[in-house]
């Protein structure tokens, strides 16, 4: 199976920073791949699909880019509401997995 | 709207079999651009995804998970049902089931249910 490899598990940040997580694959994923945002006690949210498409209804400080096996995930400017765990996914092959998870907290 | 609801025991023993169940609504599982996957999270860990139904019956299963999964679906019904044997404390998470968007050969889970916690305890 593909593996996935989140750095950093965890960051603290301010609101207004710029924040960027990244995501590696153990092997080349095309752009197969998705972000998600989940908070406490909440089924996750898709966030960005195709390593850089913004889902509908997402505001546009998340953006996503990268391609093969090395993809980031940045938020431009920190929200509030932003402080949660994100998580990649991909979905180049029939067996799906997702990263470890980065955890955001208020600095 | 789209929704998605799981159901089925919040506790059961070691070495019984799970029976899960996620009633979906806002969408028909005949949808040959959606389906259905199942996934879990143990108590403060990692989304680890398990299975998923397409509406041509293609089914995926994890692979170190794989000889104790059964996914299956009822159309008419609109629920997509989800099996695991052998449980062990280890399988204490909470399952989500959620739609899954077709890109290429799997997708992107777009709409998710709200999550049951099971736990796995004599």
């Known amino acids: 199976a593909i593996q996935l490899t989140q750095s950093p598990s965890s960051l603290s940040a301010s609101v207004g920073d710029r924040v960027t997580i990244t995501c590696r694959a153990s092997?080349?994923?095309?752009?197969?791949l998705a972000w998600y945002q989940q908070k406490p006690g909440k089924a996750p949210k898709l966030l960005i699909y195709?390593?850089?498409s913004l889902e509908s209804g997402v505001p546009s400080r998340f953006s996503g880019s990268g391609s093969g096996t090395d993809f980031t995930l940045t938020i431009s400017s920190l929200q509030p509401e932003d402080f949660a765990t994100y998580y990649c996914q991909q979905f180049n092959s029939y067996a799906l997995t997702f990263g470890g998870g980065t955890k955001v907290e208020i600095k | 709207q789209v929704t998605l609801k799981e159901s089925g025991p919040v506790l059961v023993k070691p070495t019984e079999t799970l029976t899960l169940t996620c009633t979906v609504s806002?969408?028909?599982?005949?949808?040959?651009?959606?389906?259905v996957s199942w996934i879990r999270q143990p108590p403060g860990k990692a989304l680890e995804w398990l299975a998923h139904i397409f509406s041509n019956d293609e089914k995926s299963y994890s692979t170190s998970l794989k000889s104790r999964l059964t996914i299956s679906k009822d159309t008419s019904k609109s629920q997509v049902v989800l099996t695991m044997t052998n449980m062990d404390p280890v399988d204490t998470a909470t399952y989500y089931c959620?739609?899954?968007?077709?890109?290429?050969?799997?997708?992107?889970?777009?709409?998710w249910g709200q999550g049951t916690l099971v736990t796995v305890s004599s």
């Open positions: 092997q080349g994923i095309s752009s197969a």
């Open positions: 806002g969408f028909s599982l005949s949808n040959a651009r959606m389906g």
């Open positions: 195709d390593a850089s």
């Open positions: 959620a739609r899954i968007r077709r890109i290429a050969v799997a997708g992107t889970f777009d709409y």
